[in-house]
């Protein structure tokens, strides 16, 4: 990253690393950790009711296995009942405590209930909001600098944890190091599956030939839309943006490019936890791999068909462009075998860990250790031509690598004040789920956002999030409405401005490397509340409301 000039890269990174290390530490002698040593029971909300069982045939009303007779009407089977008693598998106090105060991920521990004030959110929102507005207050120095927010405000919350939640649970951990390593296998997982897709894509040659016309162009939108749920949003967009440059070559205007963003780059990958990061942070917690394939289909088809459609009426429009002599036949040709073999190994490796879970190997990143060690055999033996053609650097998974080490670090607080507080959001309906998880994904990046308010879905039912209460969650037809909402306004709301998903910032650099135009921040979120804002109502009305 280092150009010659100031003092960054690996260096900065190690002294903010280290300040930030000092300031949590600081922080725990001034403001030391309170815990609730007897906790206050949470209440269970209901989960079926009259708002909620509307028009859907998601979800069924108990888990499958319960007795109808033998839970009370509206509480998940297996946990609070109304009377305040704790389930049997907890000690008194236990359950309450991890769903009302810091339980953010539902861990299995006994102890005293920490207490996450909301001034420990501050690194987490701090380094959002650095996201969010840094490339466009100064550019240069955020290029240069990324890195050193995520270490600084990462370093500070890692800090504070170790050195403030320092009472020993039953698991032989302390409630800090214990969530510490808990975001750090989570993380671990999130970029090993993102960052080999990328890896593993870089080898593939996507060859063209001839030119692209308006029912073609729709086509390629059209099967990168499914592409993204085999390959990731990540995956499909490396692989298609040049060729569809290519192939509009001297008539490619930037609404070829803001569409691609939406389809292929965001709308498209709902249907599988490999399509988008906040998907497949939601496998990570227990959602099973093929709900969002069975449940999310009807909305995904409506928001595809409703683009390529306008699609096809703007680039009929758009026109052919200059005349580039006789119009040769579409042609597509694949090179890069052993990339495309690395690809297939990189998403089976998502099942590994499921797989090995009953066998002991609970915790241990299999899987995760499988995908790093494929990608870097792939990138090691990939066609060398093929990533020059491709223009293939590291830069964009290094610094979704950097940025999201922080975001994970300082999430932990945030997850654990947002499972106490979050049903004092008044977010408590499909609609405002699908609004709220849709308006910050578009400002903020939508893998956080999306576990945010599965976190408050969770704590407005009182219960901690862990993968058994999942699966009994999204088996009522409110819990899988909530989580359908989330889940669609996560990854369609990514697509509304630049930072909303990692790809979108990627394919416009691409575009404008190819000498694309591409509008401004604010132009580009203006076409998208023209043409994807109304879609994505409309999906809302049809399947949601």
């Known amino acids: 990253m280092s150009d010659g000039h100031g003092f960054h890269g690996p260096k900065c990174w190690a002294v903010t690393f280290l300040a930030g290390l000092v300031v949590g530490w600081v922080i725990s002698l001034l403001a030391p950790a309170h815990y609730d040593t007897h906790g206050a029971t949470a209440a269970s909300a209901p989960l079926a009711g009259p708002a909620h069982a509307e028009s859907s045939g998601r979800g069924v009303e108990l888990a499958q296995g319960a007795d109808e007779e033998s839970v009370p009407q509206g509480v998940l089977p297996g946990h609070d009942r109304p009377d305040g008693d704790s389930p049997p598998d907890l000690p008194a106090g236990d359950h309450a405590g991890s769903a009302a105060h810091g339980g953010a991920q539902g861990d299995d521990h006994h102890g005293p209930a920490p207490r996450i004030p909301i001034w420990l959110v501050a690194p987490f929102a701090l380094l959002l909001a650095s996201i969010a507005l840094m490339p466009f207050i100064n550019g240069k120095f955020w290029h240069h600098h990324f890195p050193d ?13 170790l050195n403030a939640f320092h009472a020993e649970y039953s698991h032989g951990m302390s409630y800090g190091a214990y969530k510490m390593l808990h975001a750090g296998m989570e993380y671990y997982a999130f970029m090993a599956l993102v960052g080999g897709l990328f890896v593993a894509s870089g080898g593939i040659l996507v060859k063209v030939r001839g030119r692209g016309t308006p029912l073609s162009n729709t086509v390629l939108l059209g099967f990168g839309a499914v592409l993204a749920n085999v390959v990731g949003t990540t995956g499909a967009s490396v692989l298609l943006i040049r060729p569809f440059m290519r192939m509009n070559a001297g008539r490619l205007s930037p609404l070829h490019i803001v569409f691609f963003i939406f389809a292929v780059s965001n709308c498209g990958g709902s249907l599988t936890p490999i399509g988008d990061p906040p998907l497949y942070l939601g496998f990570l917690q227990g959602v099973p791999f093929l709900w969002t394939t069975t449940h999310l289909f009807p909305e ?21 462009g200059a005349d580039q002599g006789p119009r040769e036949r579409l042609r597509f040709g694949l090179s890069g075998f052993g990339s495309m073999v690395g690809l297939g190994l990189i998403v089976l490796g998502v099942f590994i860990d499921p797989l090995l ?41 290094k610094e979704v690598g950097l940025l999201f080490l922080g975001i994970f670090a300082t999430m932990a607080p945030a997850l654990a004040y947002l499972s ?14 699908y609004f709220a998880t849709g308006s910050l994904s578009a400002v903020l990046d939508n893998a956080p956002t999306y576990l945010n308010f599965l976190q408050v879905a969770f ?20 819990g899988a409405l909530e989580l359908a909402a989330i889940s669609l306004g996560s990854v369609f ?20 490397a190819g000498g694309v135009r591409m509008p401004s921040f604010f132009g580009y979120t203006r076409y998208a509340v023209i043409f994807l804002l109304p879609i994505l109502v409309l999906a809302w009305g049809l399947w949601i409301r």
């Open 493 to 512: 709301f990514g697509a509304m401005t630049y930072i909303g998903n990692g790809p979108n910032f990627m394919v416009k650099s691409i575009a404008e």
């Open 300 to 320: 995904w088809a409506t928001v595809i068909l409703s683009l390529l459609a306008l699609f096809f009426v703007i680039d009929t429009w758009i026109g052919p």
């Open 357 to 397: 879970k009953p066998h002991g190997f609970e915790g241990i990143p299999v899987g995760p250790t499988f995908q790093v060690l494929v990608a870097a055999a792939t990138y090691l033996l990939a066609n060398k031509a093929n990533l020059k053609a491709n223009e293939f650097t590291f830069f964009p998974v």
């Open 149 to 161: 927010f995520a270490f600084l405000l990462g370093g500070t919350t890692l800090s504070y944890y």
């Open 420 to 433: 106490a507080h979050g049903s004092e959001l008044g977010i408590d309906s499909p609609t405002k789920f």
């Open 459 to 478: 704590a407005a039912h009182g219960i901690p999030l862990n993968a058994e209460n999942i699966h009994t969650f999204i088996a009522t037809e409110r």
